[in-house]
């Protein structure tokens, strides 16, 4: 079962974030309005806020940290459907930003985002300033040179061409594995987990990241536009680098059951309260969106 | 004169920091390399520097802050010589970023570059958690969507219409002002200025940003690509709003006058060794480049 009520938790709370932004001119504002109202799983916040959970917290102590993940994930998926990287029209079933609001207002509205995912740490976030400095510096390495943009550096740059297994596994883990870690972590890092749990947790994101980015690639071959509610079997077309690409089908779904389960015995005896994350682990393996 | 020795101590901060990202993968790293490595004055950096030193302290102590601001601003150049915004096929004397390494690796350079700006910070910059956190925050405020993003909006979307003298000074406070005033002031946060300096150093800060813009609305005009080292005459062609547009070229030198002395003013009484701050706010006056 995926954790719907935190997500209307989330939901809410990102209202009156954006209501911080009344004062953004015209278009800009809503084009960022557009593509973050625009619903999804929110996975990325339902992340930090279980972290938060399993260490005893209440998962409203982590909602500006849940919000700029997902202002850092929306601006990568706004700048990935530009037509100069992936060229996609549609996204959660709607037009993609560029499609809505033109090219250059969807890479100002990308652009906007990431630099207000700081901002939202800096001003909204509780903690101390030492944690809320670990959360800036592990969102900013997350998404950076070495994170996102090398992976869809890669992604980009690869396409059409033959990659070995490695590369298929570098690509993956910077271009969606390091947020999603990222996600656990923040809300590990501002629910004052030890080093021990938060390595526990790392581990346990770094194999569910995996699954997700499987899953991801079996469902663009599997599923159709309607279901995805973004363009299937765009992956086969670009000929892009996927995992039922380089290992086949079901061998990929097998990859993604081990890591499932080297994702619940990463959280074992890290005295935390796993049961929901546990869940979430499942949901990636079986999700059909 | 403009303080090249600083702008020297700057670029080889630069390359120590460039060699952390010898893993990043192959033409982004290049990408980035050649955008940031592209000279300039490095105007933003400076003021930095300056800001410390007319505090006391060594101007090695806010290089790191210093890089990130540099960061951001190249950024910034290469998202606005994109085709969808600018389209500027000329960046300081060479093909700008799209036009030398493609459009996805632009925004991907520029991106990577925006991120890197606060990992640095956090990586790199002395300081308290508390201080460098106020750096965090000044840097995406000032970039962000009631920021830069803002006024470059304003500017390519009232691009061809009649705007108001209050519109024209929000895109400038915005698009330039801003950054320019962040540079100030992380210098200044950094070198444990109190309120009143901050004040102060910010009051300098905005005013000589407006004499920065209005130099290059100027310029424009009255200079040439060989000189400029990027196109001119591009804002008329663009019928993009500028001062001299607005006030007439005359009114415009004047006003850029009016703010020099309005800078320096407001560095009274505040105990700074103000003196290189001055010479810059006169060189940004008189500046042919």
Known sequence: MYPDHLVKQFNDYLEQILDHYRQVPGALREAICYCVQNGGKRLRPVLCMLAARSLGKDVKTVLPAACAL?????????????????????????????????EDIAILAGDALFAEAFHIICKHQAGSAQAKLSVVQELASASGALGMVAGQ????YYAGKKISKDTLDYMHQNKTGKLIKASVKCGAILSRATDKQIKGLCRFAANIGLVFQITDDILDITSNAHCLGKTAGKDS?????TFPK???????????????NQAIGALEGLGLDSGPLEEIANFLLTRKV
Do not use: M
Not at 153 to 156: A, I, K, L, N, T
């Open 153 to 156: 550096f890669v992604d980009v």
């Open 246 to 260: 380089i290992w086949g089908l079901a061998k990929s779904r097998e990859i993604a059951r081990q890591k499932v």
């Open 237 to 241: 077309k670009q000929d892009k680098n």
């Open 70 to 102: 997902e202002f850092i994930h929306t601006y990568s998926l706004i700048h990935d459907d530009l037509p100069a990287i992936d060229n996609d029209d549609l996204r959660r079933g709607r037009p993609s930003c560029h499609k809505a609001f033109g």
